[in-house]
């Protein structure tokens, strides 16, 4: 049974940082590309960060490139994914996702991690 479990997440002033991380267990984790994404309250879940599974590439939104940077550790079984210059929209639940070699989408999900960044 594949299990995704996000932490770090927190309160914190607008222009600080976080660090969320995401631990897993049940899968073959280098198989596997991970990504970010985040649910702010009224709005739809959004893209945040992926990374491949080799960690070789990485992509982004628009809204976190040059802020966020998403990484991983295979030896771990862990996805990172360290939050700069955080703004106050920002504040939305974040999700460690995983997808499967042949799968055509994100299909294992984290139950997610409040971030708040305040003004």
């Known amino acids: 049974q594949v299990q995704l479990a996000e932490s770090g997440g927190g309160l914190v002033q607008a222009g600080g940082s976080l660090r969320l991380s995401c631990a897993a267990s049940?899968?073959?984790?280098?198989?596997?590309?991970m990504a970010w994404f985040r649910q702010a309250p009224g709005k739809e879940r959004e893209f945040v960060a992926a990374?491949?599974?080799?960690?070789?590439?990485?992509y982004y939104a628009d809204s976190a490139k040059g802020r966020f940077s998403i990484s991983r550790d295979n030896a771990k079984n862990t996805v990172s994914l360290q939050m700069n210059s955080l703004k106050p929209e920002d504040t939305a639940v974040y999700y460690c996702?995983?997808?499967?070699?042949?799968?055509?989408?994100?299909?294992?999900w984290g139950q997610g991690t409040q971030v708040t960044v305040s003004s």
């Open positions: 996702a995983a997808r499967g070699t042949f799968a055509s989408d994100y299909d294992c």
């Open positions: 049940g899968l073959t984790f280098s198989r596997y590309a």
């Open positions: 990374i491949e599974r080799s960690g070789g590439r990485t």
